[in-house]
Structure formats: structure tokens, C-alpha cells
């Protein structure tokens, strides 16, 4: 090998813009806060927020009147309770603000006889008055003719912190490929590096792997980091493969870095690709399934949200795996969909970049 053709290699322009890269993220202390830090107080934060409770306790409020404290003190001797005697005004004013789920008016009459107040839109609210009104029929005297038996369903996979880690990882791979590809490419574009790159012998190629290779050496531990975060504190559920997980990282990366691209090919300043960024996301915050099931929307609007959202079908596939232990064949419709995703991308990011 001659001097020339070893010098080419030790300094290859893709390891270099992976190790610059590197260098980059590694000097932002708040780069690495974000990337790493944060996702682990979102999982404490709603782990903690909605742990599983052996007892719900509802907020009961009793309007005044002359049975009122015999009433409120029945409520109290069942723990899942928490009730207490208010005038009227006050007591409507709680239900209507949201400090308490259920309105109880007792009739002055004989025999005995409640009017419910509740919310309707709160699931709570409706809860709450099917147990009450269940407690005051008991203690009425009223006799189930048919025996039941309650069970607590509280095994890893059916709580919410299970739900929750597939869709933080997917928001981390969201975030990621567009921060980190398309915010760093209108950086650069702005301070003036992409045209100096440009006048190199570097290849279009070598730059944009450069991005995509040094974000997934980021990626791989934020996504190991939390899962495994989660295991040890929240004892979270794993049904499958951790192979099958790696694979939907490695396509979740690719199609959220080629949206970056896209994002970032044109912009010409930060607040334009902050902009874009905010409303590519935006959308997928909301509509995804992060948080909570895409099954909450209306039925007609479920298939566009899969469908019109590159971050859905990763989720529903990181659900599927993680808590199903779905395999390879189960997850084709949804690897299809990012990798359809993945490569529009790309091919339109790649048509429309601008150096300058």
C-alpha cells in the first residue's frame, strides 16, 4: 500500500464525518440531556402517574340535606370512597371543575331515593356512579341473585408503563432522525460548512451516511437505556425479540432520518426547518399512539392516522413485539408501510437538497 492510497484510508471522509459528528454531540451537554436523560423522567414521571392502584377511590360529593351524613359516612367506611357533605352550589360547582367524579342528591322523601349527577365524558365520573349506586343498593338490602368474584389484573403487559415504553421509544426515534439530521443540516447550511463540504472530494453519499451512521450510534444506547431502565424499576413486560426490536430501530431511524433530510433540504434558517419540524410532529404526537391507543379516534379517522403517520405502524409494531411477541410475518404490513416511508423520503430529500 503506498503512502497515498494509506492516507486515504486513515482518513476516509465517512469515518471522519461520523467521528465529527460524534465529537458534536458529545460537547452539547444538552444534546446528551435530551437524548438520554429525559426520556427516563417521562418514564418515571407516567410510570409513577398511572402505576397500577389496588383500590380506585372515587370523589364523592353529597348534597345537604337530612340523610346526607348518614350517607357520606357509609360511603367512608368503603375505601373506595372519598365522599363528603357540601350545599348545593358548592357541591355542583366540584362536579363542573373536576374535583369530584360523582353528584349524589338524596330525595327528602320515603323510601329512599338518589339522583346522580356525573359527567358523562369523564370515565370517571360514569365509574364512579355505577359504584355508588351498586354500594347504596346493597345497603338498601338489595340481593344479587347471581355469585361473582372480582380478580385484579396486575402481571406485567396489561399496565400502563407497558404500553407507554414502545411508544416513548418510538417518540426518541421521531425526535431523533429529525433533530439530528434535519436541524444539523440547516445548521451547517448556515454556518456555511455545507459548501465547503461541497468543494471537497467528498461524495453526497459519504455526507449523508456520515449523518444517518452517527445517529444511530446515538440511537442504539437511547434505545437499550431506556428499556432496560424500565425492566429494572418498573419490572415492564418483554414478550419478544430483542433481534425484532433492534430491526424496527434500524427502520424507524431510517425513515424519520430521511424526513429530517426532507425536512432540511430547502430551509434556509432555523426557524423555518423549527417550523416544519413542529409540524411534521406535531401531528404524530397526538395522532400516533404515543400516549394512548389510536383506538380512541373515531373508526374512520384509525386507518389514516396507520397510514398518513410514518410514526404509527412503528409503534403498533414495537407494541407488538415487545408485548405480543409478535414475529417477522406478523409485522410485514407495518415494516412495509416505514420502509415505503423511508424511501419517498429519502428519494425526495435527496432530489430537492441544496448545498447553499
Not at 404526537?285 to 394512548?292: E, K
Request: hydrophobic share 50%.
Amino acid at each position: 500500500m503506498n503512502p497515498r492510497e494509506a492516507h486515504l484510508r486513515r482518513y476516509h471522509p465517512l469515518a471522519q464525518l461520523v467521528a465529527a459528528r460524534c465529537r458534536e454531540f458529545i460537547r452539547e451537554p444538552d444534546a446528551v440531556f435530551w437524548v438520554y436523560v429525559f426520556p427516563l423522567f417521562l418514564v418515571v414521571a407516567l410510570g409513577v402517574a398511572f402505576r397500577n392502584r389496588t383500590i380506585e377511590s372515587f370523589r364523592v360529593v353529597v348534597e345537604q340535606g337530612p340523610r346526607s351524613a348518614a350517607i357520606v359516612s357509609a360511603l367512608r367506611a368503603d375505601p373506595h370512597f372519598r365522599a363528603r357533605v357540601c350545599d348545593g352550589p358548592e357541591c355542583r360547582l366540584a362536579l363542573r371543575t373536576g374535583k369530584a367524579d360523582l353528584l349524589v342528591v338524596p330525595a327528602a322523601t320515603l323510601p329512599p331515593q338518589y339522583d346522580y349527577y356525573l359527567d358523562p365524558t369523564r370515565t370517571e365520573s360514569v365509574l364512579a356512579r355505577n359504584a355508588v349506586d351498586d354500594f347504596l343498593q346493597r345497603r338498601a338490602g338489595r340481593r344479587d341473585v347471581v355469585a361473582t368474584r372480582d380478580y385484579q389484573l396486575t402481571e406485567p403487559g396489561g399496565r400502563y408503563i407497558d404500553f407507554l415504553i414502545p411508544g416513548l421509544v418510538g417518540m426518541g426515534l421521531m425526535g431523533g432522525g429529525l433533530w439530528g439530521v434535519g436541524f444539523a443540516v440547516v445548521d451547517m447550511r448556515i454556518r456555511k460548512l455545507l459548501k465547503r463540504y461541497r468543494a471537497t472530494p467528498m461524495r453526497r453519499s459519504h455526507f449523508l451516511a456520515g449523518l444517518i451512521l452517527s445517529r444511530l450510534l446515538f440511537t442504539v444506547p437511547e434505545v437499550g437505556l431506556l428499556i432496560v431502565f424500565a425492566r429494572l424499576f418498573f419490572h415492564s413486560a418483554f414478550a419478544g425479540s430483542y433481534l425484532m426490536v433492534a430491526m424496527l430501530v434500524l427502520v424507524g431511524s431510517l425513515q424519520f432520518s430521511g424526513l429530517g433530510l426532507l425536512v432540511a433540504s430547502r430551509a434556509q434558517t432555523i426557524e423555518t426547518v423549527i417550523g416544519l419540524m413542529n409540524a411534521v410532529m406535531l401531528p404524530m404526537w397526538i395522532g400516533s399512539g404515543i400516549f394512548f391507543s389510536i383506538e380512541r379516534f373515531p373508526a374512520v379517522l384509525q386507518p389514516v392516522l396507520y397510514y398518513a403517520l410514518p410514526l404509527t405502524p412503528l409503534i403498533d409494531a414495537l407494541r407488538r413485539v415487545m408485548l405480543e411477541g409478535a414475529g417477522l410475518m406478523a409485522l410485514g404490513p407495518a415494516l412495509a408501510i416505514c420502509s415505503l416511508w423511508a424511501a419517498a423520503s429519502f428519494a425526495l430529500g435527496l432530489r430537492w437538497f441544496r448545498w447553499g
